[in-house]
Every structure is written in structure tokens, then in C-alpha cells.
């Protein structure tokens, strides 16, 4: 059983355009979201995070929207650099000082020139 | 500043060897963290740890065992290497009081 769901595992973007990475749980105790990126040969780093008493969190080229009611996130990325390219997990737990994270499958995102 | 590092990068086991995958970290974070990455999977808790002495089983600790003597160090051993195990293997540190995971750059290990 999935609880984090990352339904697109490809994503082909031209350069300076916006990407948009989706996500949805199902599990309704998640109350803190994560993004992480990883590149190959390497572990994933932490990109940006959200609370689930915000809807919204800004970091640069990075917004992370957070919909409650449809148990859904998006990550935008703005503009796309090809620098970008990279597979990006989107992980919930219950909770900043949580234990344990539920990963989503990744999205892989490629940024063309 | 080194961060999470762990040994070996790259390993290939024959079905039934044993081995053990290291991990330490220089951050002095309490919160020490064992995932598998399959092909095309998410990463999945393997094992964890809340400080030196106190581990606790993830959603896939069968074939594994760890132990946590320091704050440093969380090794991941694998008793009897079966195929099901061929995998990439992260650990990770949790900086307090929020969910930023620091991760290590990954173990592949192969069993034949």
C-alpha cells in the first residue's frame, strides 16, 4: 500500500520554463512534507519543506504548495536549469520530529537546453 | 566536513556470504537512519536508531541486523546475502527537531 504517490516517473522540461513535480498521499496523519533531489551516484539531498499549517513555501526557484484537502503537492521549479535535471523524491511523515519518512517512487526530471 | 560517509561504495557478494555496510557521521545528530533503494522503488526504512544504544526495526529489517555503540557510527550487517538483497543502500543522519535528512552518497552491493 502506497501511501506517498509520485504517479510520474519521467518529466521532460525546456530550459527557463516551469516544472511542476506532483505528489499525493493518502495517508491523513502526514503533516510535514519534504522534497529531496538526487542525483546519480550520489544521495539525495533535502530540498524544501512544508508544514501542514501552511500552503504554501518559497525558497529561491523552489515553491512548494500543499493542497490538504485532496492530499496532494506540487513541487514548481522556476525557471528550470539544466543543472535541475535529477530525479526528485517527495517524502510526508507525521510530524518534523517524526521518526520515520514515506518516500514517493521519484519523478526524473530533465531539463533540455 | 565530512557529513555521512559510508564504506564500502561497491561490493559483490556471493548468496550466503556476510557482510557489514559502514556508516558514521560527524554531525553529533542522535537520529541515524538505514534505507534500501531498489530500481524504480522509493527508499525504504531498513532500520533506525534514536541514540547509542537503541535501535528499532523499519518496514524491511528481515536479512539485516545494526547496532549503535556510538553516536558516530551505525554499521548495517548483512548475516546471510541473498539475491533479494542486490540493492543500493543509503544511510542518513536527522538534524533535531525537523525532518532534513543528511544522507550518505550510497552503498551498491550485489549478490550472486
Known amino acids: 500500500d502506497q501511501q506517498v504517490k509520485q504517479n510520474s516517473p519521467s518529466l521532460s522540461v525546456q530550459e527557463g520554463r516551469i516544472s511542476i513535480l506532483n505528489c499525493d498521499y493518502t495517508?491523513?496523519?502526514?503533516?510535514?512534507f519534504l522534497w529531496y533531489k538526487k542525483y546519480p551516484a550520489e544521495g539525495p539531498t533535502f530540498l524544501i519543506s512544508?508544514?501542514?499549517?501552511?500552503d504554501k513555501n518559497e525558497d529561491g526557484r523552489f515553491t512548494v504548495f500543499l493542497n490538504k484537502s485532496a492530499k496532494h503537492l506540487s513541487l514548481h521549479i522556476v525557471p528550470s536549469q539544466p543543472g535541475d535535471s535529477a530525479v526528485y523524491f517527495c517524502?510526508?511523515?507525521?510530524?518534523?520530529?517524526?521518526?520515520?519518512?514515506?518516500f514517493g517512487k521519484g519523478t526524473k526530471l530533465s531539463v533540455i537546453p | 566536513n565530512a557529513g555521512v560517509t559510508q564504506t564500502p561504495k561497491f561490493r559483490i557478494l556471493k548468496i550466503g556470504q556476510s557482510m557489514t555496510l559502514q556508516c558514521t557521521q560527524d554531525?553529533?545528530?542522535?537520529?541515524m537512519y538505514w534505507y534500501r533503494q531498489d530500481p524504480g522503488m522509493g527508499l525504504k526504512l531498513i532500520y533506525y536508531?534514536?541514540?547509542?544504544?537503541?535501535?528499532d526495526k523499519g518496514e524491511v529489517p528481515n536479512g539485516y541486523n545494526v547496532s549503535r555503540s556510538t553516536t558516530e557510527d551505525f554499521p548495517l550487517r548483512l548475516e546471510l546475502a541473498a539475491p533479494s538483497q542486490t540493492s543500493v543502500y543509503f544511510c542518513?543522519?536527522?538534524?533535531?527537531?525537523?525532518?532534513?535528512?543528511?544522507f550518505g552518497e550510497g552503498s551498491r552491493l550485489t549478490v550472486l
Open positions: 517524502a510526508a511523515t507525521t510530524g518534523a520530529g517524526s521518526y520515520q519518512l514515506t
Open positions: 495517508n491523513s496523519m502526514f503533516d510535514y
Open positions: 512544508i508544514s501542514s499549517i501552511k
Open positions: 536508531s534514536v541514540g547509542a544504544g537503541i535501535t
Open positions: 542518513a543522519s536527522r538534524r533535531e527537531g525537523t525532518g532534513e535528512l543528511f
Open positions: 554531525m553529533n545528530h542522535n537520529y
